[in-house]
């Protein structure tokens, strides 16, 4: 946002590129809403605006919201942020002749869930970069296999314990406090390096079933070394999920339709399109579960009745573009798309007219 409004070119829109279009849609979704919003509504909105502008806040959430807020503009007469007016908890109220909607935005992002955390991978990754290219700790290609003793979330400690047992010759085993680290020989990664394309490489590298799913690997002297962390503790993802969907529930009023969007930030569409496809297969699994984990009267004694669905949504795969004609002119219009997966309620307490589209 700082490029596109304070840049070489301020204000020039490159709609061939996905954060320009990003951010020039957020700008307008603010000033679009600013304009029907009460002076007190529009305090609170700046002052939202600037507090998760801040270095160690994620903006995402917000920018959801505004994302929503565009996109049901198209389908109801009248959209409103229900708590910046002060009129509810939730996030937006949509209206359409006699028919009114309540809708929370929530966001997951990519770490939720996930027990090694990115900013823990990024600093040990950065700290083996650091340390195997300065001096390689082994004679031969393979991988150092990091296996957390405990919760990898409060292990701030292993920073220091991985730097002081990489800094000299490894042994191939080290016990420390937080962490195993042992190393794996790979000698035919050597060879390969100097034989394969990048690409056979790669794929080699990654297909080791001792690489895992939080790695990095280099290249020194002719080597390649991978640092692989691992750890007992499973990925609460979908337990997640549902205590969020529960979350967004309970901010609803429950006087009227309701609408929960869960937008997963960080995560690929082709990701979350598996699994509404597992959702499909009439076994109750995947999407389904989640919400019926969230909503289902047998899932709580508390009734969350009053949600008619829940949408959910990934990181589109790239932008969208579509002409449209006016009386006067052709209309080349490029929007961030994507595909919205929407899981009915079965069981609400109210029926949405079939004239209402989401």
């Not at 959209?79 to 002060?86: I, Q, Y």
């Not at 035919?188 to 799913?213: E, R």
């Not at 999407?287 to 047998?298: D, Q, R, T």
Request: proline share 4%.
């Amino acid at each position: 946002m700082e490029q596109f409004t304070d840049g070489p070119q301020p204000f020039h829109l490159d709609t061939t590129v996905q954060r320009a279009v990003r951010a020039a849609t957020f700008i307008a979704g603010v000033n679009r809403a600013r304009i029907a919003m009460s002076d007190l509504a529009a305090v609170r909105l700046r002052k939202m605006i600037l507090d998760n502008l801040k270095p160690d806040r994620d903006m995402r959430q917000i920018e959801h919201e505004f994302r929503g807020y565009i996109h049901l503009r198209q389908k109801f007469g009248d959209v409103r942020f229900a708590d910046l007016e002060g009129v509810g908890k939730f996030d937006l109220l949509c209206v359409s002749g006699d028919t009114e909607v309540e809708v929370e935005c929530k966001t997951l992002s990519e770490d939720t869930g996930n027990p090694i955390k990115n900013e823990l991978v990024v600093n040990l990754s950065q700290t083996f970069l650091n340390l195997v290219h300065k001096r390689l700790p082994v004679d031969e290609s393979g991988i150092f296999s990091l296996q957390f003793k405990d919760d990898p979330g409060a292990s701030k400690a292993i920073l220091q314990e991985f730097k002081t047992e990489l800094s000299s010759q490894f042994a191939g085993h080290a016990d420390c406090a937080d962490a195993t680290i042992d190393f794996l020989p790979r000698p035919s990664w050597t060879q390969a390096a100097d034989t394969m394309t990048s690409s056979a490489l790669q794929d080699l590298l990654l297909d080791d079933p001792d690489v895992g799913a939080s790695h990095c690997f280099t290249k020194v002297s002719g080597k390649i070394v991978a640092l692989a962390l691992k750890t007992s503790k499973e990925n609460t993802l979908a337990q997640r999920v549902v205590r969020v969907l529960k979350d967004a529930a309970d901010q609803l009023s429950g006087a009227r339709h309701s609408l929960v969007w869960l937008h997963f930030v960080g995560f690929a569409e082709q990701e979350l399109r598996t699994l509404a496809e597992f959702s499909m297969n009439g076994a109750g699994g995947g999407l389904n579960a989640l919400v019926a984990g969230a909503i289902s009267p047998s899932a709580s004694p508390k009734d969350r009745s009053h949600v008619n669905r829940v949408r959910f949504t990934g990181e589109p795969a790239g932008l969208e573009r579509r002409s449209t004609t006016t009386e006067t002119s052709l209309i080349q219009i490029t929007s961030l798309g994507g595909f919205a997966y929407d899981v009915p309620n079965p069981l609400a307490k109210r029926t949405l007219p079939l004239a209402v589209e989401f």
